[in-house]
Each structure stands twice: as structure tokens, then as C-alpha cells.
């Protein structure tokens, strides 16, 4: 085979940058930029994508044949079984718990989507009747969404960086490092307002992240940092709110005929005072009304929300609190406004092709909260068509509703990546039979039953559609083999589904679910991936009006009905945003600091650290601290120290933060060798 050029897109983070390939016989000669190709290339300064590419393409850690447990669940013994066997074995499993049990014994174990194996498995579950699918979507971007789309009518709700805006509030999100927030600001639009724009910039983190490595731009050098107490966030945003009410700094034509519910959001913040919003966050009255005047005046104004506000304990009112922000102000749908609503490119509706698709099924085995695990305590998830990570820990701990028999776990290493490790380990050893696919060997592979070798999205072909609501979708085509006999997930999935007597919701081969995905743009597979390549969405942005709300009641609904009747509070409650930040997570004599964390700049989640590329990159597990906290405890930077809670030990190395809060300990987040316990801060 002649030298090829193909362009492919890396999925680490939201920028999505284009990457050229060149490819001879089966390997990969190089990958770099794309730049000039006409595609998105915004690339992070460490120019992880290519290395990440290559790294995984040729580690010689790969699986690359499916494996059965021999020895007791975690005693690392395999037998080396054929693909026959492996998809047997599992389907005689769903089949015997489905006809003993039901349907819903059987849980979906999911992670981050990547390519289409996200929808296949999500396809799966409906098609075989259970409720059961669970995600990362409880700390990665649902919140946002769902907050949106109560508020807005809309998941698509995007800052319009080409305005470009005049204030610009980066809030719980390391966009230098991951590549932006939830509501579109990428780091490189980011940047271009500070330089065009000079547009003030209001950043919300503990931590003095940077802002633009190339420049030695910090959040310190920002116009606002504010560093408030961790996890309080939803109680600052009610005290923005409050401020921008009582000083009337919104208009009250806008407010009159464009929203609903604002006299219940005056009641609601007549119900508490700044010094407790200030006592509560840490964060200076003066600092609080001073910025919330600038956010509410200095317009268009835009919000960018990162991980930190997902992962909180109130994390959709705390986000619902942001959208109220976003309302008051008329900041989304109108002339003046940071936020539009974003129309992506007309592919097959991922949400169609997962549960759409299957309304006779999902008649007979409904996605219900009744019929889900979790379902009576996360009533919203269940509703858009997921389980939270520790509805399922939970279940299996407590059989509260009843312990699950089979997970099947695609692209995800929960071992490290859910909260409270030990728990998630003794949960997922509760499986009589757990399935995990996988590129390499994990934590969460070292205690499954059946472990099957999967293609990486580069060695086969896919769509891109995810986070979907950057509204963009990409052809990710095959550039080399897998290794071994690895498959891609669809293609297992696809398979397993002709073994249970699901043969009608799937297809010949998964090539086929390709043409389905892009045949509403009028392309086949082969066209979309030879000549488009790259679609996005577009805006729907009118200069003349306000462009309207998708919602019951065609306006913003700053309370919501649709909330409260699905039992849900329809405006954020201060009294309830307060009760995580009192009680058992205040300081106490034996834990006098509080521990927040953040992600590696390097590492995407908790995968890829075997890689030699990406290591060489990167500094060890690292934890920020105060000098004088430091002091305080006789550590020094380089120390590796003990990271200590009520729920367990950790050991990072230390590095100091001058203009850190004193009382605050910021860990990295996904580190974990094939024993996971060192410095894995979920344990
Ligand atoms: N404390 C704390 N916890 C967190 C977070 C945090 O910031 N702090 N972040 C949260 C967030 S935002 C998220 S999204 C979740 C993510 O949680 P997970 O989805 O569990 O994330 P990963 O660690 O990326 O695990 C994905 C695994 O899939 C494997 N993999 C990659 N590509 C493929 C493929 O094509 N097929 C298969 N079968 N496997 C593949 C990788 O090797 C990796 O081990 O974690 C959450 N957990
Ligand atoms: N390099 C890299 N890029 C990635 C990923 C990766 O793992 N590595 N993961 C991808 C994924 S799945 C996601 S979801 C995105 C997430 O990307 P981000 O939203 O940027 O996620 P985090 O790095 O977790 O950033 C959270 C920030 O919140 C701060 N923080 C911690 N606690 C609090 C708090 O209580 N309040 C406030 N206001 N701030 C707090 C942390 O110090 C940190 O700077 O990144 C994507 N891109
Ligand atoms: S991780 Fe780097 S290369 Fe990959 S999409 Fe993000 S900015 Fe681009
Ligand atoms: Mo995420």
C-alpha cells in the first residue's frame, strides 16, 4: 500500500482538533495538526492528541484476546478463550437472569462516549428491556444540560465567542488544561476575546489555574478570581442572583414578557442575606456584588461551567442557580445576549437511536423510575435515561431494590472513576458475572469474570458526536488493525444481540448502523467519511429579536412547572443549596482542611498512563496546598505526602500555591496503577 494521508479528529477534549495521519502498511508513520485542512485545530499547548493516538496505537500493553477468569475474581488468572466462546458465555447468562429474574437484573455499565459504542450499548438496553443503564452522565455535563433545557428549552444553550463577549465567568473548569466548558468556551475563543475583546474575565476555582500557558497567564491575573469554599457553589450563584434582583440591574420589560416565575426568585432571595452567603463561600460581600454588577452590565456576558459544579452534591440546582443568572440578565436567545441556542447538523438523533427507536419496547419494559435502580432517589436521571454511578453501588451493597446479577461494562473503569472506590469495588465483585471491555488492563478488569479486547476508535470506523451538545459530528475512520482479535464495542454489541434473540433492533454488520446515523444528511457512511468529514451545527441567532424559548411555556422559566411536577424543586432553594456545606462536611479536629480535586492536564480521566509518551509530560500525582498550611504540618514541596478522610488515605506529592486558601487541598483526580489504592482520589 502507497503512503496515506487521512484526517481524524482527537476526542480527549471538546476542542475535537483535527489530526492528519500518515499511514503505511498497517502502521502509522505520523500524526500531527491538521492545520490548513479547513477542519478545527485548536491545539492544547502539551499537543496531547497525536501522542495519545499513537501511544495507545502501538502499546504493547493492548489486550488482544478475550480472557475468562480463572482463579478467584481478582487473582489476576486467565484463560485465553475464542470470541465464540466469550459471546456464548455471556449470552447464555443474559438469557437465564432475564427468564429468572427479568430484564433489569441485567445493568449497562457505560462511560464517556467516544465513538457510536456509547448508543449501541444504551441501544442494547432497550432493546433487551432493562432500565438499567449507568454513566458518567451524574458528574459530566447532564446537569448542565437538563438545567438548560428546563430553563432555556434547550441542551444546545451555547456562549457566542464570535460576539465576541464583554464578560466572561470560566466557573469550576480548567479550560487550559481540558479544552473548555460545558457551554462552548474553548480555550482558543477564550483567549481571542482577551485579546480582541479585552473582555473582563471572572474566574470561580480554588486553584490559581492557568489561564493561558503560552502567555503565564494564572487566575490571579484575571480580572476577579474568586476562590470560594469547595462544593458551595450553588449558595454563590443565589448570591449573584440576590444582588442583581435587589439592585434592579435587569430589565423589566425583558423580564415581564419573556420569563416566568420572578416574583417567586424575589421571594426566594429575600430569604437569606449576603454576610451568610459570604460566610458560607468564603467569598467578600463586596467581591460578590462587584462582580455580579459587572456580569449583570457589561454585556454580552457569558457563563462557562466546568466539572467541578457537575460533580458537586447539588449539582442541578447549584446549575439551575447559574441558569437563573443567565435569565435575570436576558443573556440567552436575545440581540444583546452571550448564549444562543445552537441547531447541530441533521444526523440520526443519538437519543432516537438509543431509546426512540424501541417505543414498542420500551412500552413493555419502561425506562420508569419505578422499574430503575436509584430510580426513587434520582428521579430526574432515570428520566433521561440513566442511572447515577452510586444508584448502582448502592444496589449492589444494599439490595435496595434488589442486587443486579450482570454488568457489562463498555469504556469506563469505574474502579477509579466513581466515588468512594472501596464501596465501588465490593459492589462490582457482587456480579455474579461481570463483563468488561477494554483497551488495557485496569482495576476494573482485574475483578471481571469475562474481559473482551477492544479496538481503540482509531483501528475501526465511527461517528463522533459527543459531548453532543457542542453540536458538531465527526468521522472517525479505521486508520490501522486492531491488535490481536480486539473488536470494536459496536461490533461485540451488535453480536451479543443476534445471540440473545435481538437480531431486528441490530444489524448484518455494525457498518451498517454508520448509514443509519448519516443517511438524514443524504450521505451514505462511505461519502460522509471520503468527502464530508466534519459537520457543525449552526446558530440560531437573530440580531432583530429574541429568538424565543423552546419551553411549555415559550419563555424562560426561571420556575419551572415542569420541575415540581416531577417532584422536583421548580426554583434552587437556598436552604437546601446551604445543607451540604454544614453538619458532617464541616471542619473537624481530627480533618481541619477540605479536599477538592481537579484533572490531570496530560491524562484524559483515569486511562492512558501506561503510555511513555504521555508520562514523559507529565508530573506525578500532584497535590496543591498553602506555603503557610504546609508550614503548619511540616511538609515541604516534593514531599510525597498522606492525604487523609474519613473514607481513606491517598498519597500525591506535594506543590504549593502561594495565593491558595489556606484551608483548601486540591488533588489530582484519576491516578491509579493495576492495584488503584496509592493516590486514586476517589478512594
Ligand atoms: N473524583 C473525580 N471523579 C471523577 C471525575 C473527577 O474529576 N473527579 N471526573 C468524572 C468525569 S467528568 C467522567 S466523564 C468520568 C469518566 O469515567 P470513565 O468513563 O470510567 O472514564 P475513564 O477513566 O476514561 O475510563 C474509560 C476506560 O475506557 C478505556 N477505553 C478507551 N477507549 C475505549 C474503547 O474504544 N473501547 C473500550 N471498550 N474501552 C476504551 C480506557 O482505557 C479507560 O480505561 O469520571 C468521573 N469521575
Ligand atoms: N487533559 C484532559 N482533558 C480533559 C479531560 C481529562 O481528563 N484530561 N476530561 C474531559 C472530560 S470527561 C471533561 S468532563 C472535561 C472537564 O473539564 P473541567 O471542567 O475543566 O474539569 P476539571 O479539571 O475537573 O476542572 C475543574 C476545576 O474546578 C476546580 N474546582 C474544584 N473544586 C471546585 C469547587 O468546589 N468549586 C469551583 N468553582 N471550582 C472547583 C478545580 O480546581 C479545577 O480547576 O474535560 C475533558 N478534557
Ligand atoms: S486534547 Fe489537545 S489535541 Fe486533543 S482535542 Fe483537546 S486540544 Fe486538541
Ligand atoms: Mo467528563
Not at 440591574?249 to 459570604?278: H, K, M, N, S
Not at 456580569?295 to 437563573?324: D, H
Not at 469505574?414 to 464501596?423: E, W
Not at 470506523?461 to 473488536?487: C, H, I, Q, S
Request: glycine share 8%; proline share 7%.
Amino acid at each position: 500500500m502507497p503512503v496515506q494521508e487521512y484526517i481524524t479528529f482527537c476526542h480527549i477534549c471538546p476542542n475535537h482538533c483535527a489530526l492528519k495521519a500518515i499511514v503505511e502498511d498497517n502502521k502509522i508513520l505520523e500524526v500531527k495538526a491538521a492545520g490548513g485542512s479547513g477542519f478545527p485545530v485548536h491545539m492544547c499547548s502539551v499537543q496531547k492528541g497525536p501522542d495519545h493516538l499513537i501511544g495507545t496505537v502501538e502499546s504493547s500493553d493492548r489486550l488482544t484476546r478475550p480472557l475468562k477468569r480463572k482463579g478467584e475474581k481478582g487473582e489476576g488468572l486467565w484463560e485465553e478463550i475464542s470470541w465464540d466462546e466469550a459471546l456464548d458465555t455471556i449470552a447464555a447468562k443474559l438469557i437465564q437472569v432475564r427468564d429468572e429474574y427479568g430484564p433489569e437484573y441485567v445493568v449497562m455499565v457505560l462511560g464517556e462516549p467516544k465513538g457510536l459504542e456509547f448508543a449501541f450499548g444504551q441501544r442494547f438496553a432497550s432493546a433487551f428491556g432493562t432500565p438499567n443503564v449507568i454513566t458518567p452522565g451524574n458528574y459530566c455535563g447532564v446537569q448542565n444540560t437538563e438545567s438548560l433545557r428546563y430553563t432555556f428549552g434547550s441542551r444546545y444553550i451555547m456562549a457566542r465567542m464570535d460576539a465576541p463577549p464583554k464578560t466572561i465567568v470560566i466557573w469550576g473548569a480548567n479550560l487550559a488544561h481540558t479544552g473548555g466548558t460545558f457551554s462552548n468556551i474553548g480555550r482558543y475563543d477564550f483567549n481571542r476575546a482577551l485579546v480582541s475583546n479585552d473582555a473582563k474575565v471572572v474566574v470561580i476555582d480554588p486553584k490559581d489555574i492557568e489561564l493561558w500557558p503560552e502567555k503565564g497567564m494564572h487566575a490571579s491575573d484575571a480580572d476577579y478570581w474568586i476562590r470560594p469554599r469547595p462544593n458551595s457553589d450553588g449558595v454563590l450563584a443565589m448570591g449573584f442572583v440576590k444582588v442583581i434582583v435587589e439592585e434592579g440591574l435587569y430589565d423589566p420589560d425583558y423580564i415581564r414578557e419573556w420569563t416566568v416565575g420572578f416574583e417567586e426568585v424575589q421571594r426566594e432571595v429575600a430569604t437569606f442575606t449576603l454576610e451568610e452567603v459570604e460566610e458560607l463561600t468564603w467569598v467578600p460581600k463586596e467581591l460578590i456584588q462587584e462582580v455580579a454588577r459587572v456580569y449583570a452590565t457589561e454585556k454580552p456576558s457569558v457563563i462557562g461551567s466546568g466539572n467541578a459544579l457537575e460533580g458537586s452534591t447539588q449539582a442541578f440546582q447549584t446549575l439551575r442557580a447559574i441558569c437563573l443568572m443567565r435569565g435575570i440578565t436576558g443573556s440567552v436567545n436575545t440581540p444583546d445576549g452571550g448564549h444562543v441556542d445552537m441547531i447541530p447538523p441533521n444526523y440520526y438523533p443519538p437519543g432516537r437511536f438509543m431509546i426512540g427507536d424501541m417505543a414498542e419496547r420500551l412500552k413493555e419494559f419502561p425506562r420508569s423510575p419505578e422499574r430503575t435502580i436509584g430510580g426513587g432517589v434520582f428521579q430526574l436521571s432515570s428520566r433521561f435515561g440513566y442511572v447515577p454511578t452510586q444508584g448502582l453501588v448502592s444496589a449492589l451493597l444494599t439490595g435496595d431494590p434488589y442486587v443486579p446479577k450482570v454488568g457489562l461494562a463498555f469504556v469506563t473503569n469505574p474502579l477509579l472513576t466513581y466515588p468512594d472506590s472501596l464501596a465501588t469495588e465490593e459492589a462490582f465483585r457482587k456480579f455474579e458475572m461481570l463483563v468488561v471491555s477494554e483497551l488495557f488492563p485496569t482495576a476494573t478488569t482485574n475483578i471481571a469474570d469475562i474481559v473482551l479486547p477492544a479496538a481503540f476508535m482509531h483501528e475501526h470506523d465511527t461517528v463522533a458526536y459527543w459531548p453532543a451538545w457542542f453540536a458538531n459530528f465527526r468521522a472517525n475512520r479505521k486508520l490501522v488493525d486492531p491488535p490481536g482479535e480486539a473488536w470494536s464495542d459496536m461490533r461485540m454489541i451488535n453480536e451479543l444481540a443476534k445471540r440473545v434473540g435481538l437480531e431486528e433492533y441490530f444489524w448484518d454488520n455494525e457498518e451498517e448502523a454508520l448509514d443509519y446515523m448519516v443517511e438524514p444528511l443524504g450521505y451514505s457512511w462511505r461519502h460522509f467519511r471520503d468527502e464530508v468529514i466534519y459537520l457543525h451545527g449552526k446558530s440560531a441567532y437573530d440580531p432583530e429579536k429574541v429568538a424565543g424559548y423552546n419551553t411549555r411555556s415559550g419563555k424562560v422559566e426561571l420556575s419551572c412547572a415542569g420541575l415540581a411536577k416531577a417532584g422536583v424543586d421548580p426554583i434552587p432553594r437556598f436552604a437546601k443549596l446551604k445543607e451540604p456545606l454544614t453538619g458532617k462536611f464541616d471542619f473537624t479536629e481530627e480533618f481541619p482542611l477540605m479536599m477538592t480535586n481537579y484533572k490531570s492536564e496530560i491524562f484524559m480521566l483515569s486511562g492512558y498512563r501506561n503510555l511513555g509518551l504521555l508520562k514523559d509530560k507529565s508530573l506525578p500525582p500532584t497535590v496543591y496546598m498553602n506555603p503557610a498550611t504546609a508550614q503548619e504540618y511540616g511538609l515541604a514541596e516534593g514531599d510525597w505526602i498522606y492525604i487523609e478522610t474519613y473514607k481513606g488515605r491517598i498519597k500525591q506529592q506535594l506543590a504549593l500555591q502561594p495565593n491558595m486558601d489556606p484551608r483548601v487541598v486540591n488533588v489530582e483526580f484519576g491516578w491509579g496503577d493495576y492495584g488503584f489504592k496509592d493516590a486514586n482520589m476517589n478512594l
